[in-house]
């Protein structure tokens, strides 16, 4: 069982920019990118560092109002949701989509330290 998790999820990155990750004895020195140190998503310790399970996600849409539901032992640090499974927007409550063709929604979530979700995909008809 690991002693401690350290994670970086979605780490913001030009063309051409550099990463560097210096790994010690006693664990992960920072992050450090062409723009500064980077800091991690999420750092477990203890029983906590051995869940590398994602959340649980589901969507559920009436008429033309959605929901996403995110559930995990750990928490939830975030719930992203797409239209075109491209550029994502934080989820932070129900919201309207608008009626008159098929809108496909896809959701992932993050739970509280660092696990990622399977991606979620539901088309909504209204």
């Known amino acids: 069982m690991p002693l401690s998790v350290t994670r970086y999820n979605d780490i913001p990155q030009e063309t051409g920019e550099w990463l560097s990750l210096a790994l010690c004895v006693s664990g992960p020195q920072a992050l450090r990118g062409g723009r500064g ?56 409550g129900p919201f309207e989509i608008t009626c008159g063709q098929d809108i496909v929604v896809t959701v992932f979530a993050d739970d509280a330290i660092g696990n990622r979700s399977s991606p979620q995909s539901t088309t909504v008809r209204c």
């Open 37 to 92: 140190v980077i800091p991690p998503t999420a750092v477990a310790t203890g029983a906590a560092a051995a869940d590398r399970t994602g959340p649980e996600v589901a969507i559920s849409a009436t008429g033309n109002l959605v929901t996403i539901v995110a559930n995990d032992p750990s928490g939830i640090m975030q719930i992203l949701y797409s239209f075109d499974m491209r550029y994502y927007s934080r989820y932070v």
